[in-house]
């Protein structure tokens, strides 16, 4: 069994997952964690820059303040979460699913949000916030705005 006290190194790429784990303030950048499950957790102040978070479930995670700057997270499901101050800066989120508590995010610029799964009201309410969907996907090319659909 996976204890949270392992460094990141000692459990990236092996067949262990998160779920239920303390995660906090720990570093899992550039990591490859693909398919992992990280239900559950508790991840505050915990950095996932630029790591293959591809399908990987987030279900009911606490996230504040956790930082996915490049990481790609397409398919990934982060339903339930809490996303306060959470840094979603150029990822690639397309075909993720999200709850409301992503307007809760700090930002989401150059984010590619291509096919990401939103609750229906969120939406408005996303492309509404000032200075919060911008910029364009470093990687796909893809406008923020233009890839959650954000009318002009």
């Given at each position: 069994?996976?204890?949270?006290?392992?460094?990141?190194?000692?459990?990236?790429?092996?067949?262990?997952?998160?779920?239920?784990?303390?995660?906090?303030?720990?570093?899992?950048?550039?990591?490859?964690?693909?398919?992992?499950?990280?239900?559950?957790?508790?991840?505050?102040?915990?950095?996932?820059?630029?790591?293959?978070?591809?399908?990987?479930?987030?279900?009911?995670?606490l996230l504040v303040e956790?930082?996915?700057?490049?990481a790609d997270i397409r398919g990934a499901s982060?339903?339930?979460?809490?996303?306060?101050?959470?840094?979603?800066?150029?990822?690639?989120?397309?075909?993720?699913?999200?709850?409301?508590?992503?307007?809760?995010?700090?930002?989401?610029?150059?984010?590619?949000?291509?096919?990401?799964?939103?609750?229906?009201?969120?939406?408005?309410?996303?492309?509404?916030?000032?200075?919060?969907?911008?910029?364009?996907?470093?990687?796909?090319?893809?406008?923020?705005?233009?890839?959650?659909?954000?009318?002009?």
């Amino acid at each position: 069994m996976a204890s949270s006290s392992l460094p990141a190194s000692a459990i990236s790429g092996g067949g262990l997952d998160f779920a239920g784990l303390d995660l906090s303030g720990k570093d899992y950048s550039s990591g490859n964690y693909k398919g992992k499950d990280f239900s559950q957790v508790i991840a505050r102040q915990t950095t996932f820059k630029g790591s293959n978070l591809q399908g990987c479930r987030f279900y009911k995670a606490l996230l504040v303040e956790s930082d996915f700057s490049d990481a790609d997270i397409r398919g990934a499901s982060l339903e339930d979460t809490s996303m306060d101050d959470a840094i979603l800066k150029n990822t690639n989120a397309g075909g993720a699913y999200f709850s409301a508590s992503l307007l809760d995010a700090k930002t989401l610029e150059g984010a590619d949000m291509t096919d990401a799964q939103l609750p229906p009201k969120l939406l408005a309410r996303i492309c509404d916030k000032p200075d919060f969907a911008k910029g364009t996907n470093p990687v796909t090319g893809v406008d923020t705005r233009d890839s959650l659909m954000c009318p002009e």
